[in-house]
């Protein structure tokens, strides 16, 4: 698989290659279980900004290099050799570790995770399984993870770069800086007196997906008082670009409220 991952004003950051597996020839019962893993929610997004904003604590954004490598697999999993990898006929590979692509990989990393920031009496929140606390005689930390983005805010600062260090040690760390910028599409930006969240690239990235580049803009997305139903109009031959736009606009809620009531119609 190859992916251009750009930054948040639309500028190339690196190009990526990866290896992955076809998870869709898994079968349930043979090769995986459970695939369910969970994720940080926008409210606990929102929340640790307003902690960080609000008692001025330090803050630091990380990424987990290569996530789901870490995973390490309960079932047996074969796979054929990767192109170029020479190796015996008619034998197969198997993974000691997930792969992307495997329907358990992201469940397999976060157990991995969950199991070693523990070890540095972490607790995950009853309200967020992706979110850690963890308090100290010098200080409270917060650690929120969404698959391979990290946020970290405390009010102590030597704890932080203990707390890097550590998972330097254990995964392979790529340090974004103290200051938060991007984040899960949304773009941060501090001021001195609090903080300005928004939507410029992902919202600019959806009107492209929809081809509307070229349209001319409204002010209302929705004329008051229209309804619409089901029955409305003719089905289309291909909904997935609808249902994809759909979801994309949900998400655009976190930023725009404003257009919640436009969402929730076309939903």
């Known amino acids: 698989m190859y992916k251009i991952k750009t930054l948040s004003d639309g500028s190339i950051e690196r190009y990526k290659a990866r290896l992955v597996a076809k998870g869709f020839a898994q079968e349930y019962g043979i090769d995986y279980e459970e695939t369910f893993s969970p994720v940080a929610r926008i409210n606990s ?8 904003v609000t008692r001025k604590w330090k803050l630091t954004q990380m990424d987990v290099k290569n996530t789901f490598f870490n ?12 192109p170029g990898y020479t190796c015996q006929e008619n034998k197969v590979c198997r993974l000691r570790k997930a792969l992307y692509g495997l329907k358990q990989a992201p469940r397999a990393w976060f157990a991995k995770f969950h199991k070693t920031i523990t070890q540095l009496n972490f607790s995950s929140s009853a309200h967020d399984s ?7 005689e010098n200080g409270t930390f917060i650690l929120l ?5 990290m946020i970290i805010t405390s009010d102590d600062s030597i704890g932080i770069k203990e707390l890097k260090q ?23 930006l501090f001021f001195r007196d609090g903080l300005f969240l928004s939507q410029a690239k992902y919202a600019s990235d959806l009107v492209s997906k929809a081809g509307l580049t070229d349209c001319k803009i ?3 997305p929705l004329e008051p008082n ?5 029955q409305d109009g003719s089905l289309l031959n291909d909904a997935t670009l609808y249902r994809k ?10 930023t725009q409220p404003d257009i919640s009531y436009v969402v929730h119609t076309v939903s």
């Open 71 to 82: 995973g390490e697999l309960e079932e047996e999993v074969y796979t054929r050799p990767p």
């Open 130 to 136: 992706a979110l850690f606390t963890r308090k100290t």
């Open 145 to 149: 993870l969404y698959v391979d983005d």
């Open 226 to 230: 229209v309804r619409f139903t089901p």
């Open 166 to 188: 550590f998972l330097c040690q254990h995964f392979g760390m790529k340090d974004l800086g103290p200051i938060l910028t991007y984040f899960l599409g949304l773009e941060v």
């Open 245 to 254: 736009l759909v979801d994309s606009l949900i998400y655009l809620t976190v």
């Open 218 to 220: 409204e002010h209302t």
């Open 45 to 52: 997004v929102r929340t640790l900004l307003a902690i960080d």
